[in-house]
């Protein structure tokens, strides 16, 4: 079936400090989407990519979409403390979404 | 609007115990799934249901059992309870499939210990 893998595990930043978690498909995707999770929270949905190549930006955060539909990133320009928690990116498979391990991001302040 | 609410939050059962985790949403969804998050694994799809009176397995089924009898509501059984189903359960809804393109909207979680 189909896998999303995702890197780094974890990440610990400064806080000014820039990052940027990664996401692999096995398979091309129609769409891939973003979602965060604060600790001790429930997953949000953040952003969704449709577009080969695309980019689309939220204030620090920066999301694309690869060329090949197979791979995207999310970076974030000068974390802040606001910005730790968990992000995930899902793909769809059939009639469901497949998240990736997640990123856990902590932020030094 | 209280969007997607389960029950219990938090429970301690016996090795061998049963319980049910409710989920509802109010949002008229079509779409809902139940997920349980473990350290290190991300968020595991155990069963979904893409309407009234269907449902479906999903990536871990095993040991689970759930039922969709009311749009709005869909439950989410273990039969017999082990160790190995400590983890944190959320259920989630959307409007329609995540392939095109709707938002999930998940739940506050529920955490569950098995001793």
């Known amino acids: 079936g189909q896998q999303v893998m995702q890197i780094p595990q974890y990440q610990h930043v400064q806080e000014g400090e820039d990052f940027t978690t990664y996401c692999n498909s096995s398979t091309t995707l129609s769409n891939i989407q973003w979602y965060k999770q604060r600790p001790g929270g429930h997953p949000v949905f953040l952003i969704q990519l449709v577009k080969s190549g695309e980019v689309k930006k939220q204030k620090r955060l920066t999301f694309q979409f690869g060329e090949a539909k197979k791979n995207s990133s999310l970076h974030i320009t000068a974390t802040q403390t606001t910005d730790v928690g968990t992000y995930f990116c899902?793909?769809?498979?059939?009639?469901?979404?497949?998240f990736g391990a997640g990123t856990i991001l902590r932020v030094k302040s | 609007n209280a969007g997607v609410t389960q029950t219990p939050k938090f429970r301690v059962l016996k090795t061998g115990q049963s319980m049910t985790l409710l989920c509802a949403q109010d949002m008229n969804h079509e779409y809902m799934y139940w997920y349980r998050q473990d350290p290190g694994m991300g968020l595991r799809l155990i069963h979904y249901s893409v309407g009234e009176g269907t449902t479906a397995k999903g990536e871990v089924p095993d040991g689970y059992n759930v039922s969709r009898l009311k749009k709005q509501n869909f439950l989410l059984g273990l039969e017999s309870a082990a160790p190995s189903q400590t983890s944190v359960y959320f259920c989630?809804?959307?409007?329609?499939?995540?392939?095109?393109?709707?938002?999930?909207?998940f739940g506050e979680g529920s955490w569950l210990t098995v001793v």
């Open positions: 989630a809804s959307s409007p329609d499939r995540g392939i095109t393109g709707n938002t999930i909207y």
């Open positions: 899902a793909g769809p498979s059939g009639n469901k979404l497949v």
